[in-house]
């Protein structure tokens, strides 16, 4: 027993050490030698940094070339696990906010990281919303606890890594030839996610038809105000060999019924983005849209992920997992929990310029699963 539990933490420490770089002293110093009895503490440390977007990211309302970060790390028994807030500004989440929220999680308290369940509940409650603060705890103790017992996440909840899928590429609203010098750039993906609602969808899709004739999903952030029209679109967008709408309409609760009739006679699915953020929100939009698209950074982490999951399928829901831009942590975690879903967009590590991690890759347009323990990254 005391031989292979030694075995199975030297396996996790050996391949840690790849991932730690200049903190393998502290990971041999803290782990090894001591055995199987410990009385170690977990702690947890944070520190800001900012996203440098390789193109400038613009939406509805505003344009950026930076997104903030919190990088966070919790080390156990001289093993590491890392975490990341991502904070576009619009969700309201920032260095500040994380900050404060993280110093006051007290991981002291709690006898080993192997207690996930009752550690996350308990930093869920810690302060209302906070959720990428809240995600990037629940990231770095999936991360830490898989490095423990040696195995990735995925392999730890049973999932096939063959079953992951394609992730979706973003083409932007822009000019045709833009358009069309973007869907170029694209060509290592197997499916281009549109962004519509801005009065030339039409144009948009017959531009990109133009040049490629790979499925698209589209993203229309709410930007369509009348539900026949809406109809109308989706009728046509199908024949164009798109294979589901993002965010049709508006999420507001007035639109609901508008939304729930687009649905009910779409021929294509219709998923949820803007108008859902945690576990409680999935209940309420049965009926209303096919699917949700699930976000570490909205719903606070894997735990809640998962659980938002088994309720859409329990439904019968399509389920997206989507992300921000963020940095290979965020987006190796996501992808650990992506056999589970219908479709990704998991493009958010290729947006920056300097990633702090080399994690999942996307192989061939789909995610590409590795076997390094935990989320699957190295920092780098
Ligand atoms: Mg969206």
């Given at each position: 027993?005391?031989?292979?539990?030694?075995?199975?933490?030297?396996?996790?420490?050996?391949?840690?050490?790849?991932?730690?770089?200049?903190?393998?002293?502290?990971?041999?110093?803290?782990?090894?030698?001591?055995g199987h009895q410990t009385n170690?503490?977990?702690?947890?440390?944070?520190?800001?940094?900012?996203?440098?977007?390789?193109?400038?990211?613009?939406?509805?309302?505003?344009?950026?070339?930076?997104?903030?970060?919190?990088?966070?790390?919790?080390?156990?028994?001289?093993?590491?696990?890392?975490?990341?807030?991502?904070?576009?500004?619009?969700?309201?989440?920032?260095?500040?906010?994380?900050?404060?929220?993280?110093?006051?999680?007290?991981?002291?308290?709690?006898?080993?990281?192997?207690?996930?369940?009752?550690?996350?509940?308990?930093?869920?409650?810690?302060?209302?919303?906070?959720?990428?603060?809240?995600a990037s705890v629940d990231i770095?103790?999936?991360?830490?606890?898989?490095?423990?017992?040696?195995?990735?996440?995925?392999?730890?909840?049973?999932?096939?890594?063959?079953?992951?899928?394609?992730?979706?590429?973003?083409?932007?609203?822009?000019?045709?030839?833009?358009?069309?010098?973007?869907?170029?750039?694209?060509?290592?993906?197997?499916?281009?996610?549109?962004?519509?609602?801005?009065?030339?969808?039409?144009?948009?899709?017959?531009?990109?038809?133009?040049?490629?004739?790979?499925?698209?999903?589209?993203?229309?952030?709410?930007?369509?105000?009348?539900?026949?029209?809406?109809?109308?679109?989706?009728?046509?967008?199908?024949?164009?060999?798109?294979?589901?709408?993002?965010?049709?309409?508006?999420?507001?609760?007035?639109?609901?019924?508008?939304?729930?009739?687009?649905?009910?006679?779409?021929?294509?699915?219709?998923?949820?983005?803007?108008?859902?953020?945690?576990?409680?929100?999935?209940?309420?939009?049965?009926?209303?849209?096919?699917?949700?698209?699930?976000?570490?950074?909205?719903?606070?982490?894997?735990?809640?992920?998962?659980?938002?999951?088994?309720?859409?399928?329990?439904?019968?829901?399509?389920?997206?997992?989507?992300?921000?831009?963020?940095?290979?942590?965020?987006?190796?975690?996501?992808?650990?929990?992506?056999?589970?879903?219908?479709?990704?967009?998991?493009?958010?590590?290729?947006?920056?310029?300097?990633?702090?991690?080399?994690?999942?890759?996307?192989?061939?347009?789909?995610?590409?699963?590795?076997?390094?323990?935990?989320?699957?990254?190295?920092?780098?």
């Amino acid at each position: 027993m005391n031989n292979r539990r030694d075995f199975i933490k030297k396996s996790g420490l050996i391949a840690g050490a790849a991932f730690v770089g200049g903190s393998l002293n502290a990971c041999s110093a803290g782990g090894s030698k001591k055995g199987h009895q410990t009385n170690a503490k977990m702690k947890l440390t944070f520190k800001p940094y900012d996203l440098q977007l390789k193109h400038t990211f613009t939406i509805a309302s505003s344009s950026r070339t930076t997104t903030p970060v919190m990088l966070v790390e919790i080390e156990y028994d001289g093993v590491i696990g890392y975490g990341e807030a991502a904070m576009p500004p619009y969700l309201g989440e920032s260095h500040e906010t994380a900050a404060k929220f993280l110093s006051m999680v007290k991981l002291e308290q709690f006898a080993s990281p192997y207690l996930l369940e009752d550690i996350l509940v308990y930093v869920d409650s810690v302060m209302p919303g906070n959720y990428a603060a809240k995600a990037s705890v629940d990231i770095a103790l999936h991360d830490l606890l898989g490095k423990l017992v040696g195995q990735p996440l995925h392999k730890m909840w049973g999932l096939d890594a063959s079953k992951t899928p394609s992730t979706s590429f973003t083409i932007g609203i822009d000019e045709p030839d833009v358009v069309r010098q973007k869907v170029e750039e694209a060509a290592p993906y197997n499916i281009l996610k549109v962004k519509l609602g801005r009065g030339n969808d039409k144009e948009m899709i017959s531009t990109i038809r133009s040049v490629t004739d790979k499925p698209l999903c589209v993203d229309v952030n709410q930007g369509w105000k009348d539900k026949h029209e809406a109809l109308e679109l989706t009728h046509w967008l199908k024949e164009q060999g798109v294979v589901f709408v993002e965010q049709p309409m508006s999420k507001a609760k007035e639109a609901m019924d508008d939304m729930a009739w687009l649905t009910e006679n779409s021929p294509l699915p219709t998923i949820a983005d803007e108008a859902l953020q945690t576990v409680d929100d999935v209940l309420p939009l049965k009926g209303v849209y096919s699917g949700i698209n699930i976000k570490l950074m909205k719903c606070g982490g894997l735990r809640a992920a998962r659980k938002m999951m088994t309720l859409a399928r329990a439904m019968d829901m399509k389920v997206m997992i989507g992300c921000m831009t963020a940095t290979s942590c965020a987006i190796s975690a996501a992808s650990q929990i992506s056999p589970l879903v219908d479709w990704a967009d998991l493009d958010g590590n290729l947006l920056i310029s300097n990633d702090v991690f080399e994690g999942v890759k996307v192989i061939d347009g789909k995610v590409t699963l590795n076997e390094h323990p935990g989320i699957g990254v190295v920092k780098l």
